[in-house]
């Protein structure tokens, strides 16, 4: 698999692919990404209905779709970013055109809802994809390390990141808009089975798990295809969910295992779960560790608690490309290839 970086001279790309933007405060925080990404040196092309939300959505499917394709296809544009997540960016994938993207490989990045596009474009294209922090992230006042080291990530300065200190253990209220993120929790990573310490190397795949069990089974990705195709490296999965129940979340590793998706997989990094009903008070940990035990997975390498997904600050999560995950007394280190 070929790897991308956003090369100097090029500018970012920003779309709405789920929902777009319409509340004062994140469109300030909008417009401060753009100028702390001046200040950086990258010049910021925004598509037509970013800053539109109507029901959820920032356009009609097709729109949204075409303004993906339209960012792809520009030569000027170097990496894409979503400005934020949703609910219904599933609804562009019919309108996307796979072949065209195939054809000019770039970055797409984002979290949550933006799996749909995260997940298919790496299964179906062999191509990398990057699972990080929205647009708007890199609008708060003072940039978190996470945010430089995607920069750096995507222009290939950087290939490791550690686990942060701290973490948002809740949701805060936006009053300008541009606020840093308010790291209240300690960030303490978990092996699943107890080891002080471990390593595990594999080829990166993932997202939100909810979107990625939305996925399964549809013609928007090849996941069984994608395991072939790694044979050699294996897969390192990454999983993190928005709101699933501790039954979901059980009943969804069942899932992943049945249709084969766990086949040659060499471990898993679980990030923070965003919202989590301890379902029979079982807590996350205790949910996932009986689930794969059931499948017959309970050796593997697993961490939970690490810095992926909606509990910021969030690592940058290359799928496709190959990386050493270490993890050692409660702090885990990914490197990449």
Same mark, same amino acid.
């Given at each position: 698999? =070929?790897?991308?970086?956003?090369?100097?001279?090029?500018?970012?790309?920003?779309?709405?692919?789920?929902?777009? *933007?319409?509340?004062?405060?994140?469109?300030?925080?909008?417009?401060?990404?753009?100028?702390?990404?001046?200040?950086?040196?990258?010049?910021?092309?925004?598509?037509?209905?970013?800053?539109?939300?109507?029901?959820?959505?920032?356009?009609?499917? =097709?729109? =949204?779709?075409?303004?993906?394709?339209?960012?792809?296809?520009?030569?000027?544009?170097?990496?894409?970013?979503?400005?934020?997540?949703?609910?219904?960016?599933?609804?562009?994938?019919?309108?996307?055109?796979?072949?065209?993207?195939?054809?000019?490989?770039?970055?797409?990045?984002?979290?949550?809802?933006?799996?749909?596009?995260?997940?298919?474009?790496?299964?179906?294209?062999?191509?990398?994809?990057?699972?990080?922090?929205?647009?708007?992230?890199?609008?708060? @006042?003072?940039?978190?390390?996470?945010?430089?080291?995607?920069?750096?990530?995507?222009?290939?300065?950087?290939?490791?990141?550690?686990?942060?200190?701290?973490?948002?253990?809740?949701?805060?209220? =936006?009053?300008?808009?541009?606020?840093?993120?308010?790291?209240?929790?300690?960030?303490?990573?978990?092996?699943?089975?107890?080891?002080?310490?471990? @390593?595990?190397?594999?080829?990166?795949?993932?997202?939100?798990?909810?979107?990625?069990?939305?996925?399964?089974?549809?013609?928007?990705?090849?996941?069984?295809?994608?395991?072939?195709?790694?044979?050699?490296?294996?897969?390192?999965?990454?999983?993190?969910?928005?709101?699933?129940?501790?039954?979901?979340?059980?009943?969804?590793?069942?899932?992943?295992?049945?249709?084969?998706?766990?086949?040659?997989?060499?471990?898993?990094?679980?990030?923070?779960?965003?919202?989590?009903?301890?379902?029979?008070?079982?807590?996350?940990?205790?949910?996932?560790?009986?689930?794969?035990?059931?499948?017959?997975?309970? *050796?593997?390498?697993?961490?939970?608690?690490?810095?992926?997904?909606?509990?910021?600050?969030?690592?940058?999560?290359? *799928?496709?490309?190959?990386?050493?995950?270490?993890?050692?007394?409660?702090?885990?280190?990914?490197?990449?290839?």
């Amino acid at each position: 698999m =070929r790897k991308l970086y956003l090369k100097p001279g090029k500018k970012i790309g920003v779309c709405a692919p789920s929902d777009g *933007n319409y509340e004062k405060t994140d469109l300030r925080r909008l417009d401060n990404a753009k100028a702390n990404l001046s200040k950086l040196g990258f010049d910021v092309k925004e598509t037509g209905h970013v800053r539109v939300s109507e029901l959820g959505r920032s356009a009609d499917a =097709r729109t =949204r779709a075409n303004e993906v394709m339209n960012l792809f296809e520009n030569p000027d544009v170097g990496a894409i970013f979503a400005t934020k997540g949703g609910d219904f960016e599933c609804e562009i994938l019919p309108y996307i055109d796979f072949g065209k993207i195939a054809m000019h490989q770039k970055h797409f990045c984002g979290y949550s809802d933006n799996t749909c596009l995260t997940y298919s474009l790496v299964t179906l294209l062999d191509m990398e994809t990057v699972y990080t922090n929205n647009f708007n992230e890199f609008g708060m @006042e003072h940039l978190h390390e996470s945010l430089q080291i995607c920069l750096d990530l995507l222009q290939g300065k950087a290939n490791e990141q550690h686990s942060y200190d701290a973490y948002e253990s809740s949701y805060n209220d =936006r009053v300008t808009g541009i606020e840093d993120y308010v790291l209240d929790g300690k960030t303490e990573l978990k092996s699943m089975n107890g080891e002080e310490e471990f @390593e595990v190397s594999g080829t990166l795949l993932g997202g939100c798990l909810e979107v990625v069990l939305q996925l399964m089974g549809t013609r928007f990705e090849d996941t069984k295809g994608f395991i072939k195709r790694h044979a050699d490296s294996g897969i390192l999965w990454y999983l993190e969910s928005y709101a699933l129940s501790g039954n979901a979340v059980s009943n969804a590793i069942w899932q992943l295992k049945e249709a084969g998706w766990f086949e040659n997989a060499k471990g898993i990094i679980f990030g923070r779960p965003c919202f989590y009903t301890a379902d029979y008070g079982i807590t996350y940990e205790d949910a996932v560790r009986g689930a794969l035990s059931r499948a017959g997975l309970g *050796n593997l390498p697993v961490v939970f608690g690490a810095d992926v997904g909606h509990r910021a600050p969030s690592w940058t999560m290359i *799928n496709g490309r190959v990386a050493t995950f270490s993890y050692k007394s409660g702090k885990g280190t990914l490197i990449y290839e």
